[in-house]
């Protein structure tokens, strides 16, 4: 029995505007817990490492993501059973034609010494499902027809009349099902005629295909994508498990999606385009009111997470991050809390709340990108409070971590030691803080604060000055490679 060699990639660069405020491009709906107790990131990472058969051997996860985002996504990835492979991290985003030719580059890559052209199975990094061994068996299915030379999608099988997804037309053969068509969303009459017809599936954008399937499918319809992402792949720098392309060439690349690129162009060509049916509870959280779909809902059809009340009211949902919200009296509503945002939207229109972030961006709003609780590389930081020259915020570093050797030209910092131990470098010193014990910084004063202990460290930093924005920061040294 021959081994079919396989090699997860998770496409985990998406932005996720319609769940904001829950999800920012700083910290984006495929690394929150939406559905479960794992991220949407992570959860995809599990689903594909169980890929593993007697005749399927699974290769360390490929993600290609965000720059941004790299440590998130490496701390992630360890918490799953998940062997962590490369991280592609895209200078630009370029939609997912040039992010999966760059899986496919490193797969090529990788397997060079020993021949090895491996089957990409390709997700996306913010979708959810509730039969796991439903979507095994359709991905180990769809794995043997693109050893064989298949360009294969899963195709899920619609319960009701969807106008937010696209669909894929299907015909039956001997050997399974043909796409013949792809179709772009339709209005509600037309979806309602796809589910009375049958042989119409949304459009999951799951693919599974051998890389050099891929490269010879591109070269074929979009030569010109193949060709500026190989130039930049061909300049990438490595560090560590991080592969960067060449920025300034990577921004050459035509964007372009897969179905575009050429997904919808192999109907009626000589690849060979198959199907698989996933009918495994499938939902891509694309909009609170999928969100409400897949969550567990009492008598009345309310969902809810956090500290909610909910009283005379129907098919709500109320998420809660960090205060007692109270819902009384509504039916078919959203509500979602933050520390520094409220969404209220009737659950029929929340795909339009990607028109409220576009409305921030426009207003150079920072609600548009980051929480009030930032995450870091070495830990987070919580703004819990701020004026006119002072702000409080609360700090935590992970054990082994430091900041960056930095000083700031318009701010001077208190810091208390709320729990741990600090190792804090202040001009000449070197001193080691417990709790209770505080230091000052002086403006212009170069310092560090780093973490020796094996627990958690928290400290509050209360900040003084004439300016006060993260972009004050003159870093000398930086473990995680910030100029």
Same mark, same amino acid.
């Given at each position: 029995?021959?081994?079919?060699?396989?090699?997860?990639?998770?496409?985990?660069?998406?932005?996720?505007?319609?769940? $904001?405020?829950?999800? /920012?491009?700083?910290?984006?709906?495929?690394?929150?817990?939406?559905?479960?107790?794992?991220?949407?990131?992570?959860?995809?990472?599990? /689903? %594909?490492?169980?890929?593993?058969?007697?005749?399927? !051997?699974?290769?360390?996860?490929?993600?290609?993501?965000?720059?941004?985002?790299?440590?998130?996504?490496?701390?992630?990835?360890?918490?799953?059973?998940?062997?962590?492979?490369?991280?592609?991290?895209?200078?630009?985003?370029?939609?997912?034609?040039? !992010?999966?030719?760059?899986?496919?580059?490193?797969?090529?890559?990788?397997? *060079?010494? +020993?021949? *090895?052209?491996?089957?990409?199975?390709?997700?996306?990094?913010?979708?959810?499902?509730?039969?796991?061994?439903?979507?095994? @068996?359709?991905?180990?299915?769809?794995?043997?027809?693109?050893?064989?030379?298949?360009?294969?999608?899963?195709?899920?099988?619609?319960?009701?009349?969807?106008?937010?997804?696209?669909?894929?037309?299907?015909?039956?053969?001997?050997?399974?099902?043909?796409?013949?068509?792809?179709?772009?969303?339709?209005?509600?009459?037309?979806?309602?005629?796809?589910? @009375?017809?049958?042989?119409?599936?949304?459009?999951?954008?799951?693919?599974?295909?051998?890389?050099?399937?891929?490269?010879?499918?591109?070269?074929?319809?979009?030569?010109?994508?193949?060709?500026?992402?190989?130039?930049?792949? *061909?300049? /990438?720098?490595?560090?560590?498990?991080?592969?960067?392309?060449?920025?300034?060439?990577?921004?050459?690349?035509?964007?372009?999606?897969?179905?575009?690129?050429?997904?919808?162009?192999?109907?009626?060509?000589?690849?060979?385009?198959?199907?698989?049916?996933?009918?495994?509870? $499938?939902?891509?959280?694309?909009? $609170?009111?999928?969100?409400?779909?897949?969550?567990?809902?009492?008598?009345?059809?309310?969902?809810?997470?956090?500290?909610?009340?909910?009283?005379?009211?129907?098919?709500?949902?109320?998420?809660?991050?960090?205060?007692?919200? !109270? @819902?009384?009296?509504?039916?078919?509503?959203?509500?979602?809390?933050?520390?520094?945002?409220?969404?209220? !939207?009737?659950?029929?229109?929340?795909?339009?709340?990607?028109?409220?972030?576009?409305?921030?961006?426009?207003?150079?709003? +920072?609600?548009?990108? %980051?929480?009030?609780?930032?995450?870091?590389?070495?830990?987070?930081?919580?703004?819990?409070?701020?004026?006119?020259?002072?702000?409080?915020?609360?700090?935590?570093?992970?054990?082994?971590?430091?900041?960056?050797?930095?000083?700031?030209?318009?701010?001077?910092?208190?810091?208390?030691?709320?729990? +741990?131990?600090?190792?804090?470098?202040?001009?000449?010193?070197?001193? %080691?803080?417990?709790?209770?014990?505080?230091?000052?910084?002086?403006?212009?004063?170069?310092?560090?604060?780093?973490?020796?202990?094996?627990?958690?460290?928290?400290?509050?930093?209360?900040?003084?000055?004439?300016?006060?924005?993260?972009?004050?920061?003159?870093?000398?040294?930086?473990?995680? +490679?910030?100029?």
């Amino acid at each position: 029995m021959s081994i079919i060699q396989v090699q997860p990639v998770i496409m985990a660069g998406g932005s996720g505007t319609r769940l $904001w405020p829950l999800s /920012r491009a700083g910290y984006p709906k495929q690394f929150l817990v939406l559905a479960g107790n794992s991220s949407l990131f992570q959860q995809a990472a599990e /689903r %594909l490492a169980g890929l593993a058969a007697a005749d399927i !051997a699974v290769a360390p996860t490929l993600v290609v993501g965000n720059e941004e985002h790299r440590f998130m996504v490496l701390d992630q990835l360890r918490e799953t059973s998940a062997t962590p492979g490369a991280v592609l991290l895209e200078p630009a985003g370029r939609n997912t034609a040039p !992010a999966l030719t760059l899986a496919a580059l490193q797969a090529l890559e990788e397997g *060079a010494d +020993g021949g *090895a052209d491996p089957v990409l199975v390709v997700t996306p990094a913010d979708q959810t499902v509730t039969n796991d061994p439903a979507f095994t @068996a359709a991905l180990q299915a769809a794995v043997r027809a693109a050893a064989d030379g298949a360009i294969v999608i899963l195709g899920i099988t619609p319960d009701r009349p969807e106008t937010g997804y696209g669909y894929i037309r299907s015909s039956s053969d001997a050997c399974g099902l043909n796409v013949e068509a792809f179709v772009e969303k339709p209005d509600a009459a037309t979806a309602a005629g796809y589910l @009375a017809a049958g042989g119409y599936y949304w459009n999951s954008g799951m693919f599974v295909l051998r890389a050099s399937a891929w490269m010879k499918a591109l070269q074929r319809f979009r030569p010109d994508i193949a060709a500026a992402t190989r130039a930049a792949y *061909a300049a /990438r720098q490595v560090d560590g498990l991080f592969v960067r392309p060449d920025k300034a060439l990577f921004t050459q690349v035509p964007a372009e999606s897969v179905d575009y690129a050429v997904m919808e162009r192999c109907p009626g060509s000589d690849f060979v385009l198959r199907m698989v049916e996933l009918d495994a509870g $499938w939902n891509d959280l694309g909009a $609170w009111e999928a969100v409400w779909q897949v969550a567990e809902k009492d008598a009345q059809g309310n969902a809810s997470r956090g500290d909610t009340i909910i009283s005379d009211s129907h098919n709500t949902l109320v998420h809660a991050t960090s205060r007692l919200v !109270a @819902a009384v009296g509504l039916d078919d509503i959203v509500i979602v809390e933050t520390p520094d945002a409220v969404l209220v !939207a009737e659950r029929s229109k929340s795909q339009d709340v990607k028109n409220i972030v576009a409305q921030l961006g426009r207003e150079k709003r +920072g609600e548009q990108t %980051l929480h009030r609780k930032v995450h870091r590389p070495w830990g987070w930081y919580d703004s819990i409070d701020m004026g006119a020259r002072f702000q409080v915020k609360r700090i935590m570093v992970k054990p082994g971590a430091s900041l960056s050797l930095q000083k700031h030209h318009h701010r001077a910092e208190h810091w208390i030691v709320v729990s +741990g131990t600090a190792e804090i470098t202040n001009g000449e010193q070197v001193l %080691l803080l417990s709790e209770n014990q505080s230091t000052y910084i002086p403006l212009g004063q170069v310092h560090r604060l780093a973490n020796p202990g094996k627990v958690p460290l928290e400290i509050i930093e209360v900040q003084s000055g004439s300016y006060l924005g993260e972009d004050d920061i003159v870093r000398y040294e930086d473990s995680y +490679g910030r100029g």
